[in-house]
């Protein structure tokens, strides 16, 4: 809470140095004049104005109410993953201890990351990517009928919200889903392997559903201005755009790595999130400059239970990922 707290508290003056320098950023938003790809994630802009008008705030004021409670959800959830991981329940005290301040430390670091360079929609995708993830994992409450409606349901609701907040990320991570599905034995998952595989597919196709909505029927006016579409050949230019991710992401470079080596076995909700961060790494790549970390962050944060299990086994005790199969 303290290190949330903090690193928003530098997040809001980033916002008032955003909003010093070019004033028309979120009303160019606001009015449908945005260049794309901004003009397509409307959500948290147009919230935080709707809260602004309301409670007669500053817009950049708002923006840090829902990154502070976007935060909150994903650490949350990203917590309850961790603490609820066979991996960490069967630890010892020493790895468990370990475990949470390499957690608190990735927290920390990533964070950090967002005062650089500060976009609305960063941390309001990772709680998404987060509760999705915590979804995947953990069955709800009640029946079996009523359990799996209500799994189903929540995933699908955060693919339409994450919709017009950031698409692509929600669509990678349940083409991850159905890739683990067909390929995997679909182990954790809280709902049984092929309604799991529908459930994500039906999410995948609402996110795509909703990003097609914004591009081509609600914005079709907007353009990318300046900015080339295609990136790949400018990223792969030299090695400079290679710095700024290999610092700031250098914790999933090690547990993509560690993992593709099959030096660590994740359960099928965690390997599904891990797949669609490497979809999402090419797009990345090909669209997007690849020294922007802030683009890739949401997946970063989502995957720290990951880390900080791969972290424990590998680190503090070798053998233990053996002993929870």
């Given at each position: 809470m303290i290190l949330i707290a903090a690193v928003i508290f530098l997040e809001f003056w980033v916002y008032s140095l955003q909003l010093h320098q070019n004033p028309r950023f979120f009303l160019d938003i606001l009015q449908g004049i945005a260049d794309a790809p901004a003009q397509y994630r409307i959500g948290v802009v147009f919230a935080a104005d709707w809260l602004a008008r309301h409670t007669h705030q500053a817009i950049h004021h708002t923006l840090v109410l829902i990154d502070f409670c976007s935060a909150l959800a994903m650490t949350g959830a990203l917590t309850t993953l961790l603490f609820r991981s066979p991996v960490y329940r069967r630890a010892e005290r020493v790895a468990q201890w370990f475990g949470g301040a390499v957690f608190c430390l990735l927290t920390l670091n990533y964070l950090l990351w967002l005062t650089w360079y500060v976009r609305p929609e960063t941390l309001t995708s990772a709680a998404l990517l987060s509760l999705t993830l915590l979804l995947l994992s953990i069955p709800m409450p009640g029946g079996a009928v009523l359990s799996r409606s209500l799994g189903i349901a929540g995933m699908i609701g955060l693919s339409a919200v994450a919709g017009i907040v950031r698409a692509d990320l929600q669509a990678t991570l349940h083409a991850g889903v159905c890739l683990i599905c067909l390929l995997g034995p679909g182990r954790g998952f809280a709902l049984p392997r092929w309604l799991q595989f529908g459930a994500s597919a039906l999410s995948l196709?609402?996110?795509?559903?909703?990003?097609?909505?914004?591009?081509?029927?609600?914005?079709?006016?907007?353009?990318?201005?300046?900015?080339?579409?295609?990136?790949?050949?400018?990223?792969?230019?030299?090695?400079?755009?290679?710095?700024?991710?290999?610092?700031?992401?250098?914790?999933?470079?090690?547990?993509?790595?560690?993992?593709?080596?099959?030096?660590?076995?994740?359960?099928?909700?965690?390997?599904?999130?891990?797949?669609?961060?490497?979809?999402?790494?090419?797009?990345?790549?090909?669209?997007g400059r690849f020294d922007e970390v802030r683009i890739f962050l949401p997946y970063a944060l989502t995957l720290m239970p990951l880390t900080v299990t791969v972290a424990m086994t590998r680190l503090i005790q070798p053998d233990l990922d053996s002993r929870v199969e």
């Open positions: 196709l609402v996110a795509c559903a909703c990003q097609y909505y914004m591009m081509h029927v609600r914005y079709p006016h907007a353009t990318y201005g300046s900015s080339p579409v295609l990136m790949l050949f400018s990223n792969l230019r030299g090695p400079l755009p290679w710095v700024v991710p290999a610092l700031a992401l250098f914790p999933w470079f090690w547990t993509t790595f560690t993992v593709l080596r099959g030096r660590f076995r994740p359960e099928g909700p965690a390997l599904s999130a891990l797949a669609g961060s490497l979809l999402f790494f090419c797009m990345w790549m090909t669209v």
